[in-house]
């Protein structure tokens, strides 16, 4: 974020030495704390406050109606009003069926079809939920006997439990691929220890793991910043933000660049996979397809190096044999994906 931040700033003339104001380490548990950090970032007179945790949403609501000649962005979360305060997200989804399809090419090349996921939660929040799924489906698009299996910490950082899960997966599960939902290498540095190979997130982490680690699914976050200051430049009162934005919750993918994956290791990844993850790319940028509808993809490297991409009707269909979408039909709603998704795809196992 704070790169993000500093580079969107410099990209349109601000100073985020004299122009960005911080306040960090605000426990987001701590509804008093943060209502303090909103109050101590408006006395220092700043025209737009981002904030950047979960738990800070409802504390953000609040003060976004009690200053309402302040802008107020919240990441993640639901929370917004029609003028001053708006949440912004991204597809994450798209970029974790991208690694999905790196994680699916190695078990290919491996022989062994069980990958392994150390997420922060599961099914309780759609955030995490999506982007399991999202995984599985891009594995599944190479390997169709792929499964993931998911070892939940129940919080969203714990180093110790996000290495000691990974080494379960693997020891355990026979998992040749470690992916993650949480912000440290340690799965991958588990899965460095142990041989096998990985998939991070938020950040590139070959250099912590670099003969294992194989991409990582990442937030371009100057992106949005960009678009924000830009939407909040262009208001003459607070009050025109959300509809500067073009509504009050900001929701870019890989199209707008906003979600992506670090470049691939090419120490450790299978033959062909830039050329796969490409293709899929193109398509989703395109528009054509995206990553939960009823349309599935079958992606595969040919001998000449060469990728053919199928795409045909077929279900889609959670781990409990309920069918989500008809063959053939459009992607589940945005809604669903960001609030409501409570289910993992076919392919899934809870370890």
Same mark, same amino acid.
């Given at each position: 974020?704070?790169?993000g931040?500093?580079?969107?700033?410099k990209?349109?003339g601000?100073?985020?030495?004299s122009?960005?104001?911080?306040v960090?380490?605000?426990n987001?548990n701590d509804y008093?704390k943060?209502a303090n950090a909103?109050?101590?970032l408006?006395?220092a007179?700043?025209?737009?406050v981002?904030?950047?945790s979960f738990?800070?949403m409802?504390a953000?609501a609040?003060?976004?109606?009690?200053?309402?000649?302040?802008?107020?962005?919240?990441?993640t979360?639901?929370?917004s009003?029609d003028?001053?305060?708006?949440?912004y997200?991204?597809?994450?989804?798209?970029?974790?069926?991208l690694?999905g399809?790196a994680?699916?090419l190695?078990s290919?090349?491996?022989g062994n079809n069980?990958?392994?996921y150390?997420?922060a939660?599961?099914?309780?929040?759609?955030e995490?939920?999506?982007?399991?799924?999202g995984?599985?489906l891009?594995?599944?698009s190479?390997?169709?006997?792929?499964?993931v299996?998911v070892?939940?910490?129940?919080?969203?950082?714990d180093?110790?439990?996000?290495?000691?899960?990974?080494?379960?997966?693997?020891?355990?599960y026979?998992c040749g691929?470690?992916?993650?939902?949480?912000?440290?290498?340690?799965?991958q540095?588990?899965a460095?220890n142990?041989? %096998?190979?990985g998939c =991070?997130?938020? #950040?590139?982490?070959? @250099? /912590?793991?670099?003969n294992?680690?194989l991409?990582a699914?990442i937030?371009h976050w100057d992106?949005?910043?960009?678009?924000?200051?830009e939407?909040?430049?262009?208001?003459?009162t607070a009050d025109q933000?959300?509809?500067?934005m073009?509504?009050?919750a900001y929701?870019?993918?890989l199209?707008e660049?906003?979600v992506g994956?670090?470049p691939l290791n090419e120490?450790?990844?299978?033959?062909g996979?830039?050329?796969?993850?490409d293709?899929?790319s193109?398509?989703?940028?395109?528009?054509e397809?995206?990553v939960?509808s009823?349309?599935?993809?079958?992606?595969? %490297?040919?001998?000449d =190096?060469?990728? #053919?991409?199928d795409? @045909? /009707?077929?279900a889609?269909?959670d781990?409990?044999?309920?069918e989500?979408?008809?063959a053939?039909?459009?992607?589940v709603?945005?809604?669903?994906?960001?609030?409501?998704?409570n289910?993992?795809?076919a392919?899934?196992e809870?370890?």
């Amino acid at each position: 974020h704070h790169n993000g931040i500093t580079t969107a700033m410099k990209e349109l003339g601000l100073d985020p030495d004299s122009q960005l104001v911080i306040v960090d380490e605000v426990n987001d548990n701590d509804y008093d704390k943060i209502a303090n950090a909103v109050d101590t970032l408006v006395a220092a007179d700043c025209n737009i406050v981002f904030a950047i945790s979960f738990g800070y949403m409802q504390a953000v609501a609040d003060k976004a109606a009690e200053y309402p000649d302040v802008i107020f962005s919240h990441a993640t979360g639901y929370m917004s009003n029609d003028t001053n305060f708006n949440n912004y997200f991204g597809r994450i989804y798209q970029a974790r069926y991208l690694a999905g399809v790196a994680a699916g090419l190695k078990s290919l090349e491996t022989g062994n079809n069980n990958l392994g996921y150390v997420s922060a939660y599961g099914t309780e929040y759609a955030e995490t939920c999506s982007g399991i799924n999202g995984f599985t489906l891009g594995a599944q698009s190479v390997n169709p006997d792929a499964k993931v299996y998911v070892k939940e910490l129940g919080t969203w950082a714990d180093e110790v439990n996000e290495s000691a899960f990974a080494k379960e997966l693997i020891q355990n599960y026979n998992c040749g691929v470690i992916s993650q939902h949480c912000d440290s290498a340690q799965p991958q540095i588990a899965a460095e220890n142990a041989g %096998v190979f990985g998939c =991070g997130y938020n #950040s590139d982490m070959t @250099a /912590d793991a670099p003969n294992a680690h194989l991409t990582a699914a990442i937030w371009h976050w100057d992106v949005y910043y960009k678009t924000a200051l830009e939407a909040a430049m262009a208001c003459d009162t607070a009050d025109q933000f959300v509809d500067k934005m073009g509504g009050s919750a900001y929701y870019g993918g890989l199209k707008e660049g906003f979600v992506g994956i670090s470049p691939l290791n090419e120490a450790t990844v299978a033959p062909g996979t830039q050329a796969a993850i490409d293709a899929v790319s193109e398509l989703i940028t395109s528009g054509e397809w995206d990553v939960f509808s009823g349309v599935k993809l079958h992606v595969n %490297v040919n001998t000449d =190096g060469t990728v #053919s991409v199928d795409q @045909a /009707d077929e279900a889609l269909v959670d781990n409990a044999g309920n069918e989500i979408v008809a063959a053939g039909g459009p992607s589940v709603e945005d809604s669903v994906i960001t609030g409501s998704m409570n289910y993992f795809v076919a392919g899934v196992e809870e370890a």
